[in-house]
């Protein structure tokens, strides 16, 4: 019934878009795409890099996600921990590889969990 993920959403707080575009497009390499114009008015953003596509939406109530986690491959992994280094985000090294690749865990500006695997 079911063929493929579509998009993945998580919580931001309110007027968090502007941190959320520095990060997600700034040092992750996403691209924003624009809102349906129906959306729009309920805030966050949509990004997307290759067939991945992650919805930001915001919580009033927000609380970031600690345990779950989108889970996001990358093309030159170690390109990107450079890249993580050099913007001050803490990287959080999984010894145990993730078949077969080495991965490791960062938080968004709002403390989300967020997987990347070389």
């Known amino acids: ?19 959320a575009r ?3 497009t700034g040092i992750l390499g996403f691209e924003e795409v624009p809102k349906p114009p129906e959306l ?8 997307r890099s290759g067939s991945a596509t992650l919805h930001l939406g915001v919580d009033d109530a927000f609380k970031p996600a600690k345990k779950a986690h989108p889970a996001f491959r990358c093309v030159d992994y170690g390109e990107l921990l450079k890249r993580l280094s050099d913007h001050a985000v803490v990287v959080i ?7 077969g690749r080495p991965h ?6 709002f403390g989300n969990r967020i997987e990347i695997i070389g």
């Open 104 to 109: 490791c865990y960062i938080a968004d500006p």
């Open 1 to 19: 019934m079911l063929d493929r993920l579509d998009h993945v959403q998580i919580a931001i707080p309110r007027d968090g878009e502007d941190a």
């Open 40 to 47: 729009a008015n309920r805030g966050g953003a949509w990004f």
């Open 22 to 24: 520095a990060f997600y």
């Open 93 to 99: 090294q999984d010894a145990n590889p993730f078949e």
